[in-house]
């Protein structure tokens, strides 16, 4: 496993999770990551990323002010911070990666990780 994810839970309307993504591969480390999300029935979308280099962020509309997400290379690991989480925001969360640029649809990922369920309550 390249890329592992871990982190997801149930927490109730307003909570706040933290999810994590460790990179067992050295090489992986200066990779550019990405926090994708998957509802069932959905497609797989774009939820965050970061670039490499500075550190660049960019987010999708939908959690913009509410999920920050955060790298360690030190520690090969990239963080989501996820506040005020939603009943919309249950879902499975895969972080991604792509040795350029952050990939911000499917199409563009090269590694993926494992998922982790994210499940928020009304």
């Known amino acids: 496993v390249q890329l592992q994810a871990s982190g997801g839970g149930l927490v109730q309307a307003g909570g706040s999770l933290r999810l994590s993504c460790v990179a067992s591969?050295?090489?992986?480390?200066?990779?550019?990551k990405a926090w994708f999300r998957q509802a069932p029935g959905e497609e797989r979308e774009f939820v965050a990323g970061i670039s490499s280099g500075a550190g660049r962020t960019t987010y999708a509309r939908s959690v913009k002010g509410r999920f920050t997400i955060s790298r360690d290379n030190a520690l090969n690991t990239v963080y989501l911070q996820m506040n005020s989480l939603k009943p919309e925001d249950t879902a499975v969360y895969y972080c991604?990666?792509?040795?350029?640029?952050?990939?911000?649809?499917?199409?563009?990922?090269?590694?993926w990780g494992q998922g982790t369920q994210v499940t928020v309550s009304s």
């Open positions: 591969e050295h090489n992986l480390r200066t990779f550019a």
């Open positions: 991604a990666a792509h040795y350029d640029q952050i990939p911000n649809n499917s199409g563009q990922v090269q590694y």
